[in-house]
């Protein structure tokens, strides 16, 4: 496991970040449609956006006014495998 693994499930680490990549998952979308479906304030839901979009795990696009943000999907990915590889993962307690 490197660093930047790590990174992405502390990014995960909480209940409102992980509906909020439930929800973008679904398709790009604004924070104004986030907010309307989480009981979270307007600053809270930016503290988790940020920390979403500084793992990679979001990004943003501007599109006049709005900034849309989706998921990184590759990186969702990438954790799948690392839980692969980790539960068939036998044999002595070494690590690499």
């Known amino acids: 496991m490197n660093n930047d693994t790590a990174l992405l499930f502390k990014a995960l ?3 409102n970040r992980l509906k909020i990549i439930k929800m ?3 398709g790009e979308t604004c ?3 986030l907010i309307d479906k989480l009981s ?3 600053p809270t839901l930016s503290y988790h956006l940020n920390i979403l979009a500084e793992s990679g795990l979001t990004k943003t696009k501007k599109e ?3 900034k849309k943000h989706f998921v990184q999907r590759e990186l969702l990915d990438r ?3 690392f839980l692969t590889d980790l539960k068939n993962t036998e044999g ?3 690590l690499k």
């Open 13 to 15: 680490s909480d209940e």
């Open 24 to 26: 973008l998952i679904q």
């Open 31 to 33: 924070g104004c449609t």
């Open 40 to 42: 979270i304030t307007q």
């Open 64 to 66: 006049g006014v709005w």
């Open 79 to 81: 954790l799948i495998d």
């Open 92 to 94: 002595s307690c070494e």
